[in-house]
Nanobody, 122 residues
Framework: QVQLVESGGGSVQAGGSLRLSCAASGYTYSMGWFRQAPGKEREGVAAIDIDGRTSYADSVKGRFTISQDNAKNTLYLQMNSLKPEDTAMYYC???????????????????WGQGTQVTVSS
C-alpha cells in the first residue's frame, strides 16, 4: 500500500485560505481529499485521477481546487473562502481506477493518511 502524509492544516478565520498537501510514497491512480467533522460521517471533498479529471462535492465547488504534481507524487487542495462548516479533519486517500460515481466515496479508496486538522472560526 502507498503511504500518504498530509500537511498544511491550521486555524483561519472565515473567508481565509489554506493549502493542504499530501505526499505519496509511490504511484497512485486516483487520489482524493475527504473530511470528517466530530459526530459526522467521513465525506468526499474532491478527487482527481492520473489524467487530471476532477470531481468536487457541491459544498466546495467554486471554493476548493484539487491538483497534483505527478512528478513529485504530491496532491494539493487549495481552499479559499473558507467557512466555519469547513472545520474538520481532512484526509488524503489513494486508490485505483474509479468510476465517476465512486470518486467521492470513502469506501472506494485503499490507502489513507493520518489527517490534518482544519479549523475555521467565524
Amino acid at each position: 500500500q502507498v503511504q500518504l502524509v498530509e500537511s498544511g492544516g491550521g486555524s483561519v478565520q472565515a473567508g481565509g485560505s489554506l493549502r493542504l498537501s499530501c505526499a505519496a510514497s509511490g504511484y497512485t491512480y486516483s487520489m482524493g481529499w475527504f473530511r470528517q467533522a466530530p459526530g459526522k460521517e467521513r465525506e468526499g471533498v474532491a478527487a482527481i485521477d492520473i489524467d487530471g479529471r476532477t470531481s468536487y462535492a457541491d459544498s466546495v465547488k467554486g471554493r476548493f481546487t484539487i491538483s497534483q504534481d505527478n512528478a513529485k507524487n504530491t496532491l494539493y487542495l487549495q481552499m479559499n473562502s473558507l467557512k466555519p462548516e469547513d472545520t474538520a479533519m481532512y484526509y488524503c486517500a489513494a486508490g485505483g481506477p474509479l468510476g465517476l460515481g465512486l470518486r467521492l466515496s470513502p469506501s472506494a479508496y485503499r490507502s489513507w493518511g493520518q489527517g490534518t486538522q482544519v479549523t475555521v472560526s467565524s
